[in-house]
């Protein structure tokens, strides 16, 4: 295969089933996916033909890069968000600039259809900076041995915590969900057929080895305040249980509910071991332990942000402070953003203003939903402070009462 940029490729969204499934193909093979006719129908119903890249050369496709059409919440709003996924191009094909081309026409598409912002979880760190996106939140996992889950503090539950049926909690379950995205950051909205197929359903092969979601609610005079799904893997070794606990979810609308969701994960039976990942770093479970060591937290990079039109997306949010800022913004990868954005009043605006901050577009997706502070950048030479100040400025505004959070892996 002869290297350099493919001159015949060509990148449109795709047209029919046919070429959708070539192109999840493109990462789907990495994974090993079998694409099924019925697989791809459910996951075109998630993803539109029209929101599904692809890469041809040579009248074969090389690549595909997906959007999910859905609202990220921010601090004290909601905005429509271009959710990036399935990105990939086949082995035969790498390094050749495919990749770039889906990305060149994923967001000029996205800038189009006035899209303010676009997210994504990467597989590796190191793709996504350059095309803008910026590390806008950090998550992780936890592995707590079953004797280490004392709480820090006696407590009643407050509430009862009742088993459902899967068919009910698609009815209870998205109300309570949404009470909880209008709380925190970080969380993309999902819609019933999103509840259905993802969330919901459950087949065999996406158990990794468990056995089904089981599903609880967390009631209090009849309302629904939080939500649990978890699985069990069950074993046993020279008749001791080796059995993990999977929490997939545990969300709350209010502290008792994550609370006592919690305390009843942690005492269930014949667990040995409970597993939960994706964990913002501020999560309460850090502070309700006896033992927070114990949680084992490994934590990495979450939610990746890129801010497709800086004016709508800064106007998108709520601050946490009156005052204003003048960011002088760089974008190699979408010119449009360039120059300099004075946010005042909660609107932003271009603007012939002195600068008070430079940096380049990645910086201010980093720190848009209120995770990562403006301090923190510039510790770490991810902007320049002109204006004495602006950097304390810009965080009293950008700052929030809460890390970003986004539960699930789109
Ligand atoms: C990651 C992947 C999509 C890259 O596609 P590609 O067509 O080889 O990428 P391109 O040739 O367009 O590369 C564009 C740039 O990204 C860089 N790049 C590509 N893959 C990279 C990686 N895995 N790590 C770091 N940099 C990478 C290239 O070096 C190039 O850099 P440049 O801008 O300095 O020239 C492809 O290798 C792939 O499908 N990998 C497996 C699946 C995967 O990880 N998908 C991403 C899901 S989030």
Redesign the pocket.
Known sequence: MPGGLLIDLEVRPVQNLDEFTNGVL??GQ?FGMVATEERMQRFSNLIPFERMHAAWSNGAVV?GAGAFDFNLSVPGGDVRTSG????????T???????????RAQLDAAHEQGEPLAA?????E???G?FGYGLAAFCGEITLDHEHTAFAQPFEPEATVRLIEPEEALKRVPPVFDGVRALWPGMFSRNATWWEQREVSDPEDRRDGAGPKRWVVYERDGAIEGYASYRHRMGFEAGVTTAELRIVEALGTTPEALRDLWAYLLAIDWIATVKASLLPPDHPIFLLLAKPRRLRYRMGDGLWVRLVDVGKALSGRTYAADGSIVFEVTDDFCPWNEGRWKLEGGIAERTKDDADLKLPVQTLGAAFLGGISFGALQRAGRLVEVMEGAVARADALFGWDRHPWCPEIF
């Open positions: 493109s990462i990495y690549g990036v996924t399935v990105v990939g191009v086949t082995p094909h790498r390094r050749r600039g495919v990749m770039r081309a889906l990305m994504l979880w990467a597989s590796e190191t793709i996504y350059r």
